[in-house]
């Protein structure tokens, strides 16, 4: 009797043993971007929505790292292109952060959304100077003046980077030099702060003015 029930438990512990084993699996695999692997667990059942501790799907996590094989494959395998992390990313985001262009491209030709509310992909681009990307994004929608929470846009966080290429096609697609944070400061002010002068100079020709205002007084 002891052992029929010995061998019922280890049954049924087998499955969750291998469910565990495959999720090991596929979140590795995803990061290393080894397309053949994951082929073969999709084959196997496994989804490939599946997510990591962070909310990380495994297209998100080969679009962070650039495996452009492993986009590909699992956008041909209807993974949803849209769904965001645990902090609200999605993996357009993460592309656009990391500055993986093809990942990108691959992405918004799948119905990655470019607009969204916070810090979106054209923001992402501008913040860490990726211009290929900042292109793509704007040529594909992508609105030049979305702001974050606390007022922050591309071409604020272009003229504070010093990523003068993207601050220059920001302008050139009208975005507005005189949007401010919740500060008062305007990308010109933050692109002096950062002795960044030369975008300060290409700001003002655009129209760029201080948000700074001195109040008076009166008694």
Known sequence: MKNTLLAILLASA???TA???????????AKLGDTRDIAKLVQRGASVDTTDKEGNTLLMLAARDGHNEL????????????????????ALRLAAFRGH?????????????????????LIY????????????????????NAATE?????????????????????????ADPNKRLDSGETALDVALKAQNTDIGDLLR????????TVSIEIR
Do not use: C
Request: aromatic share 4%.
């Open 71 to 90: 986009v590909e494959y699992l956008i041909k395998q209807r993974a949803k292109v849209n769904e965001r992390n645990a902090v609200g990313d999605t």
């Open 125 to 144: 681009a501008a913040f860490n100077g990726h211009t290929d990307i900042a292109r793509l994004l704007v040529k594909s929608g992508a609105d030049v």
């Open 205 to 212: 020709r655009s129209g760029g003015k201080s948000g700074k």
């Open 101 to 121: 262009l093809k990942a990108a491209q691959l992405l918004v030709a799948n119905g990655a959304e470019v607009n969204m509310s916070g810090w979106a992909p």
């Open 19 to 29: 469910s565990a084993a495959t999720y090991d699996d596929l979140i590795s695999a």
């Open 14 to 16: 087998l499955p969750l």
């Open 150 to 174: 606390n007022g922050m846009t591309a071409l604020i966080v272009a003229a504070k980077g010093g990523h003068i290429e993207i601050v220059k096609l920001l302008l050139a697609n009208r």
